[in-house]
């Protein structure tokens, strides 16, 4: 620590006796925020929803964007999936957008698309790939939503069942 000290104000020396700026030769820290964690920007990201359109991150730009990650085994998951179609129906001419990311870690326990018409969901569904799960940071548990801003800024992280109505006071406030 010493000696780090010692060669930035060496280097500040040189500058000050030289006439030329130093702040160009210490490179600012900022700190990183991890994948995933609030704080943290929305990745890109390229894939195919279940009836084969693009999902594209950058068609996102400028909106507000609710990731939902998924399975049909998940009981939670049937829970909450209506309610954020609700949101997209209420919201979505605001600028939100809603994806859903179907893990495929196990077997589904009916076709995926059925699944998503029974529940009403018709929001773009796409599968949660090994990449696409590693953008996010890693999912540990499902469901996972994550509400990014405008700026593509990850501002809530819910791991497992959440209330719409929760989600829907985020939602407003962001748009």
Do not use: H
């Not at 060669?7 to 030329?20: K, R």
């Not at 130093?22 to 009836?51: H, T």
């Not at 589904?108 to 998503?116: H, N, S, V």
């Not at 018709?122 to 700026?151: C, H, M, N, S, W």
């Amino acid at each position: 620590m010493l000696k780090r000290q010692i060669a930035i104000l060496t280097l500040i020396g040189i500058g000050l006796a030289s006439g030329q700026p130093v702040a160009s030769s210490i490179p600012a820290r900022q700190p990183a925020v991890a994948a995933g964690e609030v704080g943290s920007k929305l990745p890109e990201f390229s894939a195919r929803d279940l009836r084969g359109r693009p999902v594209l991150s950058a068609d996102l730009g400028g909106k507000v964007v609710l990731i939902d990650f998924w399975a049909t085994w998940c009981g939670p998951c049937k829970k909450e999936m209506p309610g954020y179609q609700q949101l997209l129906d209420r919201y979505g001419s605001q600028g939100l957008m809603v994806i859903g990311f179907k893990f495929d870690t196990m077997k589904d326990t009916e076709d995926p698309i059925q699944f998503a018409k029974r529940i009403g969901v018709r929001y773009p569904l796409a599968v949660a790939t090994e990449t696409i799960r590693e953008k996010f940071g890693g999912i540990e548990g499902l469901p996972t939503t994550l509400l990014y801003d405008r700026q593509g800024v990850l501002r809530n992280k819910v791991i497992g069942f959440e209330y719409t109505s929760t989600f829907e006071a985020a939602v407003k406030q962001l748009l």
